[in-house]
């Protein structure tokens, strides 16, 4: 499906295809109350997805992966707050 996503590396929104989000590429964490928040990364053919909680685009950041993160949501947040 396809997704808009905002790109830090090139400072715009995008539009990138994305598989389904499944537990095989998707990791999700609960007790997510603050809008900055990361309740999802999702691997993506070239790429790594975060969802922050609330209404905000997805960040995808090229070349990450969750693994290269060890699936860690506090990682996650200093890898978006790195590109901002």
């Known amino acids: 499906m396809e997704m808009t996503v905002y790109n ?3 400072g715009r929104l995008e539009t990138i295809d994305v598989d389904d989000f499944t537990d095989k ?3 999700w964490f609960d007790g997510c109350t603050d809008h900055n928040d990361i309740y999802m ?4 053919g ?3 997805l975060i969802n922050e909680f609330g209404y ?3 960040i995808w950041i090229a070349g990450k992966s969750r693994a290269a993160i060890d699936y ?3 990682r996650a947040m200093e890898l978006v707050r790195m590109y901002e």
């Open 56 to 58: 905000s685009y997805p």
């Open 72 to 74: 860690n949501q506090q």
């Open 41 to 44: 990364l999702t691997d993506t």
């Open 25 to 27: 590429n998707t990791t």
């Open 8 to 10: 830090p590396l090139k």
């Open 46 to 48: 070239c790429g790594l």
